[in-house]
C-alpha cells in the first residue's frame, strides 16, 4: 500500500503497522454529506425501487416464505465472491440432511460454508427479536458463519487479534498489499465509533446514503481475521430490517457486487484514498435499485407459483397437509419423509404418502438414487436460488 496514493482528502489517517507497511485507520463517519442532484435522483429511484418491493410482499402473510429462497441465492452469491462455490442443489440437499437427524452427512466444506451463511442470517433474525445491531451481534453471527468451517481455525465470533490485509493474490505479502486495515491496537476505537454510527439519531444523511457509508466503514476495518465480506453484505438486509425499512430479508446486493467485482473493490477502496464518496454512494444506490426490482419480480414469481401449487390440491381430501408441505418448500425447496413426517406429525407412511403426491404432480423431485432416506428437491422453486443472469463460471475474488 503505497503512501503515496492516499490525498489529503482521505477520510483517516496512516500508521505505521508490521514489516514496515502503513495502515489505514479511518476517521468516524461523517454525518452529513452533500449530494449533488445526480446522487438524489439515484436515491429517489432507489427509494421507490424498495417501495415497490415491499409492496410486492403485503399481499404474503407470511412474506418469510417467500424471502428464504432469496437468502439461499444471496448465500451462494455473496459466498461466490470469497472463492467458495456450490450448486443450489448441493446446498438443499446438505440442508435436508442436516434437519434429518437419521442422515448427518459429510459435504464439501464449500457447501458447509454456503449452508452457514444461511444460518448466520437465520440466527440474526432471531436475535433481533431482543438485541440490536450492534458489536456483539456481528460477533455472533461470525461465530455462526465459521464455525465447523475452514475459517474455523480463525476464531469465530472473535475480533481480530493480529493484523491483516488485503493482497493482490494467494501469496500476497503484506508490503505489496491492496489494502492494510487498521493495526489491532486501534480496533477497538474503530469499532466504537462504527457502532456509535449505527445508533446515531442525529445524522442527517438519508438512511440508503447511510447503509453505504457503514457498508464502506465495516469492510475498511475488517474487524476478522476471515469473513469480513460475507458478514458485511448479510448487515445490508440486517439493518434494513432493523431501521424499519422492510419486514423481512428480501434485499440483498450481492449479485450486483459480484457482477461489478473490480468496480466495487476500486471504488471501496478510492473513498479510502481521496475520500470518493459520491462515486461509492452512486454505486450503492444503483445496486439498491437494481437489487430490489429483481426481488420484487422474484418475490412475484414466487407468490405466483405458490398460488397455482396450491390451486392444484384444493379438492385433495389431504389439500391441508400437502398445503403445509408446499409452504415449507418455499422455507427451503427440499425435504425427507422423515422431516415430513416431523412437519405434519404423522407416521413416515402417511408422509410418504403426501411426498409422493406431490412428485406425481411433478413439483418435487428425489435427486439422491436412493431407496432410503430420499431427499426431494422442487425444482421450480430451486431454479430461483440461481442468479438470474447468470455468471457461474466467471472465478472470483480472493477470499477476504
Not at 229 to 250: E, T
Not at 310 to 333: G, M, T, V, W
Not at 367 to 376: A, E, K, L, S
Amino acid at each position: 500500500m503505497d503512501p503515496g496514493d492516499f490525498a489529503e482528502s482521505a477520510p483517516g489517517r496512516l500508521v505505521p503497522t508490521t514489516h514496515g507497511a502503513h495502515a489505514f485507520v479511518p476517521d468516524p463517519l461523517p454525518r452529513r454529506i452533500p449530494l449533488p442532484p445526480a446522487t438524489v435522483k439515484r436515491l429517489a429511484a432507489a427509494e421507490r425501487a424498495i417501495g415497490r418491493l415491499s409492496g410486492a410482499t403485503l399481499r404474503e402473510f407470511n412474506p418469510y416464505l417467500i424471502s428464504s429462497p432469496l437468502l439461499h441465492r444471496e448465500a451462494i452469491l455473496s459466498s461466490r465472491m470469497e472463492g467458495t462455490i456450490t450448486t443450489p442443489e448441493q446446498l438443499v440437499l446438505l440442508e435436508a440432511e442436516e434437519a434429518d437427524d437419521a442422515q448427518r452427512r459429510s459435504a464439501d466444506e464449500d457447501t458447509a460454508e454456503v449452508l452457514n451463511y444461511v444460518r448466520a442470517m437465520q440466527h440474526a433474525l432471531r436475535r433481533l427479536e431482543n438485541l440490536p445491531i450492534s458489536l456483539r451481534l456481528i460477533q455472533e453471527i461470525h461465530r455462526v458463519l465459521l464455525s465447523g468451517v475452514r475459517g474455523n481455525r480463525e476464531g469465530p465470533g472473535v475480533f481480530r487479534r493480529s493484523q491483516n490485509f488485503i493482497g493482490t493474490g494467494p501469496n500476497s505479502r503484506i508490503e505489496d498489499a491492496r489494502f492494510v486495515p487498521p493495526p489491532i491496537n486501534m480496533l477497538d476505537e474503530c469499532l466504537g465509533d462504527f457502532e456509535a454510527y449505527l445508533h446515531d439519531e442525529t445524522i442527517e444523511d438519508p438512511f440508503l446514503v447511510q447503509l453505504a457509508l457503514a457498508h464502506y466503514q465495516f469492510e475498511t476495518i475488517h474487524p476478522f481475521r476471515d469473513g469480513n465480506g460475507r458478514v458485511g453484505r448479510l448487515l445490508i438486509p440486517l439493518l434494513m430490517i432493523a431501521k424499519d425499512r422492510l419486514d423481512a430479508p428480501i434485499l440483498y446486493l450481492s449479485a450486483h457486487f459480484e457482477r461489478n467485482r473490480e468496480t466495487y473493490a476500486d471504488l471501496l477502496l478510492e473513498v479510502s484514498r481521496k475520500g470518493s464518496w459520491i462515486p461509492w454512494i452512486d454505486f450503492f444506490l444503483d445496486g439498491v435499485t437494481e437489487s430490489a426490482h429483481e426481488s420484487t419480480r422474484q418475490a412475484t414469481a414466487l407468490l405466483d407459483l405458490r398460488q397455482q401449487y396450491h390451486r392444484r390440491f384444493q379438492s385433495d381430501r389431504s389439500s391441508a397437509r400437502i398445503i403445509r408441505l408446499i409452504d415449507e418448500l418455499f422455507q427451503s425447496p427440499s425435504i425427507t419423509i422423515r422431516r415430513a413426517a416431523s412437519i405434519l406429525d404423522i407416521t413416515a407412511q402417511g408422509a410418504a404418502n403426501n411426498v409422493h403426491k406431490l412428485e406425481e404432480a411433478g413439483i418435487v423431485r428425489e435427486i439422491t438414487g436412493r431407496t432410503r432416506n430420499q431427499v426431494f428437491v422442487a425444482d421450480e422453486i430451486l431454479a430461483f436460488l440461481y442468479d438470474q443472469p447468470d455468471t457461474r463460471g466467471e472465478g472470483a475474488l480472493a477470499r477476504v
